[in-house]
T-cell receptor, first 111, second 111 residues
Framework: GNSVTQMEGPVTLSEEAFLTINCTYT??????LFWYVQYPGEGLQLLLK?????DKGSNKGFEATYRKETTSFHLEKGSVQVSDSAVYFC??????????FGKGTTLSVSS | GVTQSPTHLIKTRGQQVTLRCSSQ?????VSWYQQALGQGPQFIFQ???????GRGNFPPRFSGLQFPNDSSELNVNALELDDSALYLC????????????FGPGTRLLVL
């Protein structure tokens, strides 16, 4: 079945450091891929998405490229801020029903 | 956006609970997820045009409704301690639309 694997956290960075959170997936066919972010005590916010191979999703300085050959969708940001501290979830969706999530990666950024 | 009520709820084992969700304007598909502490969300079920459109690996005591105004309810009977979690509602704009937008969630504690 479909699944998503994320790097385990927590990830601890200093402000302005480069961020990478790895995400790989297993799926039949061509799913859409997503990154969601969850701030403490809140629901999930859509951060970015990509719907086909080689698409790059971007938002608020975050980027991720849909790599079909490596079944990956790694999240990157060139310079993190304290306000980026949150839990990040990689997810896939196929045919518009269930989102399949990874376990989440906690990011902590210190000033 | 998507709204949910109540924000927090405390119940005892064996009781029944109803959680409510109002979809984002123009969205006619609603999905429910359970997020245990420290885990990624797990798909419970989805409703489209008042019919169940997919279900995850949850027992029948988890049931739902979608109303003509696209609002939705999640009902859980015979509550168990393991039902303690954040329950998230997500809406999307139509059948087979893969981008889902989440509400803030209802945090349920079962004692």
């Amino acid at each position: 079945g479909n699944s998503v694997t994320q790097m385990e956290g927590p990830v601890t960075l200093s402000e302005e450091a480069f961020l990478t959170i790895n995400c790989t997936y297993t799926a039949t066919g061509y799913p859409s891929l997503f990154w969601y972010v969850q701030y403490p005590g809140e629901g999930l916010q859509l951060l970015l998405k990509a719907t086909k191979a080689d698409d790059k999703g971007s938002n608020k300085g975050f980027e991720a490229t849909y790599r079909k050959e490596t079944t990956s969708f790694h999240l990157e940001k060139g310079s993190v801020q304290v306000s980026d501290s949150a839990v990040y979830f990689c997810a896939l969706n196929q045919a518009g029903t269930a989102l399949i999530f990874g376990k989440g990666t906690t990011l902590s950024v210190s000033s | 956006g998507v709204t949910q009520s109540p924000t927090h709820l405390i119940k005892t084992r064996g009781q029944q609970v109803t959680l409510r969700c109002s979809s984002q304007s123009g969205h006619n598909t609603v999905s429910w997820y359970q997020q245990a502490l420290g885990q990624g969300p797990q798909f419970i079920f989805q409703y489209y045009r008042e019919e169940e459109n997919g279900r995850g690996n949850f027992p029948p005591r988890f049931s739902g409704l979608q109303f003509p105004n696209d609002s939705s309810e999640l009902n859980v009977n015979a509550l168990e301690l393991d039902d303690s979690a954040l329950y998230l509602c997500a809406s999307s704009s139509g059948h087979l639309q893969e981008t889902q937008y989440f509400g803030p969630g209802t945090r349920l504690l079962v004692l």
